[in-house]
């Protein structure tokens, strides 16, 4: 199982946002780190298949078969992005239950995937409460929650520990560690410390393009220390 | 290896590769729609509770104009029932009012199919209500069809145009004002039709133009509405 990134490219009217970005994408945890408006998020949207890039492929490989149809590769697709909404007459339940529905999910099979999340994200005396009673943690909680509803092969996550606490940090490290054994999990932060104890590898990101792509053990020190060298180097 | 086939490599080495065909979308999109009768009934579900509010007074209605025996009264209500049944219009923009759209898109029905459904429900439940009020005037206030087609489906139809293509438009709490307020003019035109007479001075002829151009013009804008998510949704190879 491989995703390709193929000179992948997005570029606004006066502005490259993503540049040529090209990468083998494996299972395993995949820390994406970059300052602000360095070209993470543009990034995810077009692996999602939800922003068309200017130029560049992304091709998802599966053992013998080589492509996948835009359907297959939607079924096997869990995202969870920076900011996200929900409609106001949603309690947690009926929010992970619609998700199912739109993922393709019977229901005998998604009320039970449910049930199962609601409690791995400690949401399960929440679940029957309307959304916008929810703290900022709590909804993202659920984001995550959703975007692992399908099981998903590859797993793209936006920012997901923004509104976290500690507590909720470690249980989500190590669900996502867990996740990374057999999917190809990207995660994207701001934050060195959400990815340096669960990252495989590290691609760092600068004016959209990658100005680091390599294995954490292969870095030799702090990834704190190393990100801002490395930053400070470009500069 | 000459300059000319060096040059040659190096451009194919940095040149981008074409993004992909529509071709492949519209062949996903056919595909998706195996599962529609799924889909369907999820939105239909969640399509909310205005839906059904609206529903209950358009009984109401129906039910007083029943029971009238005032013509009169009995016109206005049937001019005022194709608005109150094109007000869940407001919902179709309701996954950009809410942030949805990127959590639709990227779920395997994607954004382009969430749309298309939409629009379904809606116009199988505008249909009906439009044939409903039709009969109704046809049979109870013995109104001619061009006299029907004038006050009430030109009006109706103009109010499903309106709707789609302020939701198309427009975003977030101007586009629930934008078709409140065509579903208010759409109550209204009736009724000045009806005072200027001019049900009497237009041909049948114009009035059939009319009324199949407003109807060609709500499958084109239809058609962009759906195809309009097209524009964020990338095929993949």
Redesign the interface.
């Known amino acids: 199982m491989e995703l390709v990134l193929d000179r992948l490219t997005k570029q606004y009217s006066n502005k490259i946002a993503v540049d040529r970005v090209s990468a083998r994408l494996k299972p395993g945890v995949i820390g994406l780190i970059g300052a602000n408006g360095a070209g993470k998020t543009t990034l995810m949207r077009m692996i999602c298949g939800i922003l068309k890039p200017t130029g560049g492929t992304v091709t998802f490989k599966n053992g013998s078969q080589l492509d996948v149809s835009e359907e297959m590769y939607r079924d096997i697709l869990g995202y969870l992005p920076q900011d996200f909404g929900y409609y106001p007459d949603f309690r947690g339940r009926d929010f992970l239950m619609y998700m199912a529905a739109l993922k393709g999910l019977d229901k005998k099979t998604a009320k039970r995937k449910c049930d199962e999340l609601l409690k791995i994200v400690n949401l399960e005396n929440a679940a029957d409460k309307k959304i916008k009673t929810y703290s900022g943690g709590m909804k993202q909680r659920l984001g995550i929650a959703q975007a692992v509803l399908n099981d998903p092969k590859i797993l793209i996550l936006d920012e997901p520990t923004a509104g976290l606490d500690l507590k909720e940090r470690v249980r989500f490290r190590n669900l996502i560690a867990e996740l990374g054994k057999d999917s190809i999990v990207i995660l994207s932060t701001h934050i060195v410390s959400d990815v340096e104890h669960i990252a495989d590898r590290i691609l760092m990101m600068k004016d959209g393009q990658f100005i680091y792509d390599g294995e954490c053990d292969e870095i030799g020190m702090d990834l704190e220390e190393f990100y801002l060298r490395e930053f400070d180097r470009e500069v | 290896m000459t300059e000319k086939d060096l040059k040659e490599q190096l451009k194919m080495a940095y040149s981008?590769?074409?993004?992909?065909s529509r071709k492949?979308?519209i062949?996903?999109y056919q595909?998706?729609s195996l599962?529609l009768g799924?889909?369907l009934r999820?939105e239909l579900e969640?399509m909310?509770?205005r839906s059904v509010f609206a529903g209950i007074f358009l009984f109401i209605i129906l039910y007083a104009g029943y029971r009238s025996h005032n013509p009169d009264f009995t016109w206005h209500l049937s001019c005022v029932i194709p608005a109150a049944a094109l007000m869940p219009m407001t919902a179709l923009g309701?996954s950009e009012r809410?942030?949805?759209s990127?959590?639709?898109?990227?779920?395997?029905?994607?954004?382009c199919f969430?749309r298309l459904v939409r629009l379904m429900i809606l116009g199988i439940f505008s249909l009906i209500v439009l044939i409903c009020v039709c009969f109704w005037q046809a049979g109870v206030l013995q109104a001619g069809t061009g006299e029907i087609l004038l006050t009430i489906a030109i009006p109706y139809l103009i109010n499903v145009y309106g709707g789609v293509a302020i939701s198309r438009k427009w975003h977030g709490r101007e586009s629930i004002f934008g078709i409140i307020a065509v579903c208010m003019i759409s109550c209204v035109l009736p009724a000045v039709i009806r005072n200027i007479r001019l049900q009497e001075v237009m041909p049948a002829a114009a009035v059939v133009v009319i009324t199949i151009a407003v109807v060609l013009g709500i499958a084109k804008e239809c058609m962009i509405y759906v195809k309009e998510s097209e524009?964020?949704?990338?095929?993949?190879?």
């Open positions: 981008l590769p074409e993004s992909d492949r979308f062949r996903a595909k998706r599962q799924t889909i999820i969640f909310g509770i309701r809410y942030k949805m990127e959590l639709e898109a990227a779920s395997r029905f994607s954004a969430v524009k964020t949704i990338w095929n993949l190879c």
